[in-house]
């Protein structure tokens, strides 16, 4: 077909959930593509030469030959050119911000919209993964490898580890194993059962799974240098910053992390949960990420009657995907922009009643950046049983305090070698948000594979030296 019959394509929209349904569910929004719409959609690649798209993904999918394959109804090979980069595809087509990452400068979206590669990996990989191949793994290593962290790096540097033929371990702190996945993501955007898919395939490749042990309390990292032959430190940016303003430790207010543990591991919406959470009449959350928006939608389908986003930016400026806001808005989520919290007021019952927030006023800023911010003197007071903060996280210090001579830089990240994963200690290696900060799942996916094959080699070496 030519470039100009393919343009002519209409781009094929993703069916969702009715608002006024879901919004009363957890079950998942979008639909995902049936098979027509699949081809279609694939069928509007222009297959370019130099494919921005596979320079901008995070783990350089050819992602031209994936859309060909798809076009021509072989999905199954498609899917293996996916998997061949990408070991989560299923959860990567969900979660992953496509329109800032491969879809971004895709050639089709000068002339209409861009190709919408990440609803073609969710439809080949929720469809044809039963029909895939399984991987050889190469005869047993004889090499112990230990994971701290079951999150989407921890998973990816296992699943790599068990290829080669070593035998892995991951030691996860919680109850349930999937990090971020399966604590923090709700299951409108990710469903259970496709996480839990993952884990029952390492499993069968054998790996181990050790729950609620903690790394550095439960058991040293000295105790497990000793008994295996390397570490990946996959803990994650789970600790919340709160604004430190009067009366943010009042019931009522929680960190976007502990309510979203709570609702999503925990059982928090049931009656008969021994974790409950308060429901409020009106939840304010605070932020503009993804982790707020996913808050919001939360305390919305646990029952709370207006939801309202609060940002200190403009709406511009939200770090949250624009498809989250989309669909966040259609469930009746509101945003206030350029105000921030000062005071959480208590009220005659001892628990949070309302908040006060600052009015912040927004310059262009003439060097073309985002615009700036500036406090006024007007403030505003709105009624909140329920206050929320999904101001960011920093990585987790319970490992790495006991782990002394572990570098970190001055935000308390582990520093390592970004060509190896390699951190400053023989045979410890880190990625993922314990290393970068608040990030994606993608990259800390790409952090557990390079990290995976800097083992496997170090593990050739015969002192076994990084
Ligand atoms: P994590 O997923 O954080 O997992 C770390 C695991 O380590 C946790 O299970 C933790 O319990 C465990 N752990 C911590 N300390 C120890 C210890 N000492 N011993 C043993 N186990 C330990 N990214 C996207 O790409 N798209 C999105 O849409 C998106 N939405 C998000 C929504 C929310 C609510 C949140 C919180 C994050 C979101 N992110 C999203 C970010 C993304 O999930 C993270 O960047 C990613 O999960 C980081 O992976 P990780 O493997 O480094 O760690
Ligand atoms: Fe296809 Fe877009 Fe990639 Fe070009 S940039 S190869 S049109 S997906």
Known sequence: MKPADKIKIPAQIMPTLDPGFRKHTFDEVPVGYGEDSAILEAWRCLNCKNPPCVKDCPVNIDIPKVMALTAERRFVEALQVIRHDNSLPAVCGRVCPQESQCQKNCTMGKVNSPVSIGNIERFLADNFSNELPRPEIDSSSGKKIAIAGSGPGGLSCAYQSALYGHKVTVFEALHEPGGVLAYG??????????????????????????????????????????????????????????????????????????????????????????TPISVGKTTIVVGGGNVAMDAARTALRLGSERVIVAYRRLEADMPVRREELVHAREEGIETMFLISPVEIVEGDNGRAKSTIFKKMRAENDPEGGRSRIFETDETVEIDSEVVIFATGTSPNPTLTSNCKELELNKKGCIVVNPATCATNIPRVYAGGDAVSGASTVILAMANGKTAANAINEMLKKPDGQR
């Not at 499993?203 to 799974?209: A, H, L, T």
């Not at 042990?213 to 910053?241: C, Q, W």
Request: proline share 7%; hydrophobic share 40%.
């Open 185 to 274: 993501i709700p299951a409108f955007r990710l469903p259970r059962k496709i996480v839990a898919e993952e884990i029952k395939i390492l499993k069968q490749y054998g790996v181990e799974f050790r729950m609620n042990t903690i790394i550095g309390k439960t058991i040293s990292v000295d105790e497990i240098l000793d008994e295996f032959d390397a570490l990946y430190i996959g803990t994650g940016a789970g600790v919340p910053f709160f604004p430190e303003i009067p009366g943010e430790d009042l019931p009522g207010v929680y960190s976007a992390n502990e309510y979203l543990t709570r609702a999503n591991l925990m059982h928090a919406g049931k009656l008969w949960s021994k």
